[in-house]
């Protein structure tokens, strides 16, 4: 071989090598990099030999968690497989074709829960946490009479929890738990109830005089809530049996919305200052509340911490209502996309939150790096508040 051949061989060789690089480099940018709020692209997959309603829920599933979908050229993970009874799934990247992320048959169960548990394996397999298979509560709206109901994250095998033919409200899950706290006049006071899912039974938790509502529960089973018994609604705690209620907070503004840090040592809350609502965060054992300074926008209430603590979600109340996060010890704030009531998945990646759409509220559901957005369409009428069990 000639000196020439030679030479044009290693440079051949060089580009295929550095094409693999960073081939290799992107998908590791694309999955692992730090998430960088409404400034990611999303990551391209391709998806094929899926029919019917398999092939809708895996684009759902896919979507909502930063995917989007091109052909299988552009795509740095290939999805193939087939529903044909029994749902058979395989993912591979575009670099290595030959040595599959999953490849697996899923069998008993509804198309519905098959896909979601492919989704889930090939999330897994590629560093997240999987969410197809996790439950949301949330609030029927229905004027005078509401209810709260749970369903999959994807609004599948929603059900009625509540029966009070009234008022209902802020419904929250109990960490690891098939249990909610929530609100309801059925007492003809706005009281907190709990409620265990996995035996159907529920007792009146918080029935003190005035406002019992707004229950937030912290990973160790403390509950944060506002009660307004000491004239003006603060934010207090106690124990997961209602045992050792302290005050944490003593204005004379309407305090709202507390939600823990994952360490549960703090409650990060609503409330006004000179008039202007601002985000508060207080020690759960006590102590003087500290700013959570969101730079940029004005009026933010409905604070949700994520699970890997690094951020909050609120809404911000301006001239519309928009989603937006901060990072959680305050800064510069990323507006996301119009709505409220955001609630975190426990990948800490996606958001379900309110959307108004002519006179009624849909929930829909947010990837937060990508500010990709899908109703959640299997849940229809008037619905709001809802909350991601974690």
Same mark, same amino acid.
């Given at each position: 071989?000639?000196?020439?051949?030679?030479?044009? %061989?290693?440079?051949?060789?060089?580009?295929?090598?550095?094409?693999?690089?960073?081939?290799?480099?992107?998908?590791?940018?694309?999955?692992?990099?730090?998430?960088?709020?409404?400034?990611?692209?999303?990551?391209?997959?391709?998806?094929?030999?899926?029919?019917?309603?398999?092939?809708?829920?895996?684009?759902?599933?896919?979507?909502?968690?930063?995917?989007?979908?091109?052909?299988?050229?552009?795509?740095?993970?290939?999805?193939?497989?087939?529903?044909?009874?029994?749902?058979?799934?395989?993912?591979?990247?575009?670099?290595?074709?030959?040595?599959?992320?999953?490849?697996?048959?899923?069998?008993?169960?509804?198309?519905?829960?098959?896909?979601?548990?492919?989704?889930?394996?090939?999330?897994?397999?590629?560093?997240?946490?999987?969410?197809?298979?996790?439950?949301?509560?949330?609030?029927?709206?229905?004027?005078?009479?509401?209810?709260?109901?749970?369903?999959?994250?994807?609004?599948?095998?929603?059900?009625?929890?509540?029966?009070?033919?009234?008022?209902?409200?802020?419904?929250?899950?109990?960490?690891?738990?098939?249990?909610?706290?929530?609100?309801?006049?059925? %007492?003809?006071?706005?009281?907190?109830?709990?409620?265990? =899912?996995?035996?159907?039974?529920?007792?009146?938790?918080?029935?003190?005089?005035? =406002?019992?509502?707004?229950?937030?529960?912290?990973?160790?089973?403390?509950?944060?809530?506002? %009660?307004?018994?000491?004239?003006?609604?603060?934010?207090?705690?106690?124990?997961?049996?209602?045992?050792? =209620?302290?005050?944490? !907070?003593? !204005?004379?503004?309407?305090?709202?919305?507390?939600?823990?840090?994952?360490?549960?040592?703090?409650?990060?809350?609503?409330?006004?200052?000179?008039?202007?609502?601002? =985000?508060?965060?207080?020690?759960?054992?006590?102590?003087?509340?500290?700013?959570?300074?969101?730079?940029?926008?004005?009026?933010?209430?409905?604070?949700?911490?994520?699970?890997?603590?690094?951020?909050?979600?609120?809404?911000?109340?301006?001239?519309?209502?928009?989603?937006?996060?901060?990072?959680?010890?305050?800064?510069?704030?990323?507006?996301?996309?119009?709505?409220?009531?955001?609630?975190?998945?426990?990948?800490?990646?996606?958001?379900?939150?309110?959307?108004?759409?002519?006179?009624?509220?849909?929930?829909?559901? %947010?990837?937060?790096?990508?500010?990709?957005?899908?109703?959640?369409?299997?849940?229809?009428?008037?619905?709001?508040?809802?909350?991601?069990?974690?």
């Amino acid at each position: 071989m000639n000196i020439k051949k030679i030479f044009h %061989l290693g440079i051949l060789t060089f580009v295929l090598s550095a094409a693999a690089i960073c081939l290799r480099a992107e998908e590791e940018i694309n999955v692992s990099a730090t998430v960088n709020p409404g400034n990611m692209p999303p990551i391209w997959v391709s998806l094929s030999g899926f029919t019917g309603e398999a092939d809708s829920i895996l684009r759902f599933d896919l979507y909502v968690q930063g995917f989007n979908f091109t052909n299988a050229d552009n795509a740095l993970y290939l999805i193939t497989g087939s529903n044909n009874g029994n749902l058979q799934g395989r993912v591979t990247t575009r670099a290595n074709k030959n040595n599959p992320l999953v490849s697996k048959g899923y069998t008993g169960g509804s198309v519905v829960e098959q896909s979601h548990m492919f989704v889930d394996e090939f999330v897994t397999a590629i560093g997240r946490k999987g969410i197809a298979r996790t439950k949301v509560a949330f609030k029927k709206d229905g004027g005078a009479n509401s209810e709260i109901y749970v369903a999959d994250f994807d609004g599948y095998a929603g059900q009625a929890v509540t029966a009070d033919n009234t008022i209902v409200a802020a419904p929250t899950w109990v960490p690891g738990k098939l249990a909610v706290y929530y609100t309801s006049y059925k %007492l003809g006071n706005p009281n907190i109830f709990f409620h265990d =899912l996995s035996s159907g039974q529920r007792h009146v938790f918080s029935r003190y005089s005035g =406002l019992n509502t707004s229950a937030a529960v912290s990973p160790g089973g403390r509950v944060a809530m506002i %009660l307004s018994k000491g004239g003006s609604p603060d934010v207090y705690a106690c124990g997961a049996d209602g045992t050792g =209620l302290i005050r944490l !907070t003593n !204005t004379r503004e309407d305090e709202s919305s507390p939600c823990w840090s994952p360490d549960g040592q703090w409650i990060c809350y609503a409330t006004k200052v000179n008039e202007r609502r601002v =985000l508060r965060k207080v020690s759960a054992s006590g102590g003087a509340p500290q700013a959570v300074p969101t730079a940029g926008v004005s009026s933010p209430t409905e604070p949700d911490w994520s699970p890997d603590g690094k951020w909050i979600a609120f809404t911000s109340q301006m001239r519309d209502f928009e989603i937006c996060v901060v990072p959680a010890g305050g800064g510069a704030v990323t507006e996301l996309v119009a709505g409220e009531d955001p609630s975190w998945a426990p990948n800490s990646r996606t958001l379900i939150f309110t959307r108004r759409e002519g006179g009624k509220r849909v929930l829909s559901l %947010l990837d937060v790096p990508t500010k990709q957005y899908k109703d959640v369409s299997r849940i229809t009428g008037s619905n709001s508040q809802p909350s991601w069990a974690k």
